[in-house]
């Protein structure tokens, strides 16, 4: 665990994972399928591993958010569906990666602590954020002051491991969303 964390919080945190995922794979073996795993939705340039190396660079260099982004897509290839169209759907993948989030918890010997707000992060990577007060507030109440200000960096992260969108227009979003839950507490 140790290792492996100070590989995931280290500087050279992608050039590692891209280099060696077969190591991150005998720790998490769940990861393996995501290695070369391709997306086929237009929401994503890159396979998963790919995605998910991205995410990981994107995120501070805090174990928590690391380990999140590390297994926030590891649900993917068990709920692949295809629409009519021959695009790729994954509806529940972040349900399923909250399970692979806590069985890896588990392995890694994660205090509780740590361990539910893994699986927590893992979980909620996906949701809608917003800066409506009603919505903003709601997950103010789901998630406390501390996990929903982690989750605007990983839902920044996320998006912008996509390669879909500007890094600008994820660094404006988070921003605004900074500032509605500022304004608001």
Known sequence: REEMMKLLCGK???RIL???PEVFCLIV????ATVGYQQNNPHHLYDVWEHTVRAVENVDAEPLLRLTMLLHDTGKPLTMTLDEEGVSHYYGHPVESAKIAAKT?????LDRATANDLVTLVEAHDIPLSTERKILLRRLRKFGEVNLRLLFGIHRADRIATGTRSEDEKNEDTRDLIGALDTLL
């Open 12 to 14: 050279e945190c992608g």
């Open 18 to 20: 891209r280099a060696f």
């Open 29 to 32: 073996p769940e990861l393996k």
């Open 105 to 109: 918890a588990e392995r890694l010997k």
